[in-house]
């Protein structure tokens, strides 16, 4: 999720010589006290680096690949498989291209287009790691990270995956190594070298039973996330409960 100061402003020194601290925050719009408390400490985040090099106009990927442990980064780009695009496709989106398509039948009309959301999504990052990888995904990466997967898990949870362990989980499921870093929202698609209008082409060659298929296996998963939270909820009210 870092990368060493020292390493940081020996970039930043070749890449904009002469260039103030100062002037670099204000360009990537960074505050100038995240950025000195972030060198006091030694390690500068990751996604400062990624708003520097957006600031200085120098590609994303080949700025982050200079640092370890993503030496590797720039040459492990590759286009994401179609599961891994439509991973990156909203709940509602899916929703939407189902009620355009259905609209369509009726009518005997082209389906109209659907006008995709940003990314990330709410559950963009669970919905890549399904994607992208074998179903024992997760395990793999928590075993090979060192880390408890009840950590993993949390992060996942609350939609975050650190870039070290997006671009390990890519690695281990043999996709491009940027790819994650786009779930999480690090990346953008171009920065990450995906093709313009990829996602929507890939909905489009979707079939209509697939599609169907992928939102119902959305919808269940969301479900879940819901019962959850209503659960701690309502634990948590009949503790305030006890308590009064």
Not at 6 to 29: M, Q
Not at 45 to 55: E, I, K, L, M, P
Not at 138 to 165: C, K, V, W
Not at 184 to 191: H, Q, V, Y
Request: net charge neutral.
């Amino acid at each position: 999720m870092t990368v060493p100061a020292k390493a940081f402003l020996h970039w930043l020194d070749i890449s904009a010589p002469g260039t103030s601290h100062a002037a670099v925050c204000r360009a990537a719009g960074i505050k100038r006290s995240t950025l000195a408390q972030q060198l006091v400490r030694g390690r500068v985040t990751v996604a400062t680096v990624a708003a520097v090099s957006r600031s200085l106009q120098l590609p994303v990927v080949e700025s982050i690949s200079t640092f370890a442990p993503y030496r590797n980064l720039a040459e492990g780009v590759a286009q994401p498989t179609d599961a891994e695009l439509l991973s990156q496709i909203s709940d509602m989106d899916l929703l939407r291209e189902i009620l355009n398509r259905s609209a369509a039948a009726e009518s005997g009309s082209p389906a109209a287009a659907t006008t995709l959301s940003p990314i990330p999504h709410r559950a963009s990052v669970r919905a890549w790691l399904d994607a992208a990888g074998p179903s024992e995904l997760r395990r793999l990466l928590a075993r090979d990270a060192g880390i408890a997967p009840q950590n993993l898990s949390a992060q996942i949870t609350a939609n975050r995956l650190t870039p070290e362990l997006a671009v390990r989980a890519a690695e281990l499921a043999g996709v491009g190594l940027a790819n994650g870093l786009v779930a999480t929202g690090l990346l953008t698609p171009d920065e990450a070298g995906w093709l313009p209008h990829s996602r929507s082409d890939a909905l489009g060659r979707t079939p209509n039973s697939a599609l169907v298929s992928l939102t119902a296996e959305r919808l269940e998963a969301l479900g879940r996330t819901l019962r959850r939270t209503e659960q701690d909820s309502a634990a948590a009210q009949t503790i305030w409960e006890n308590l009064g």
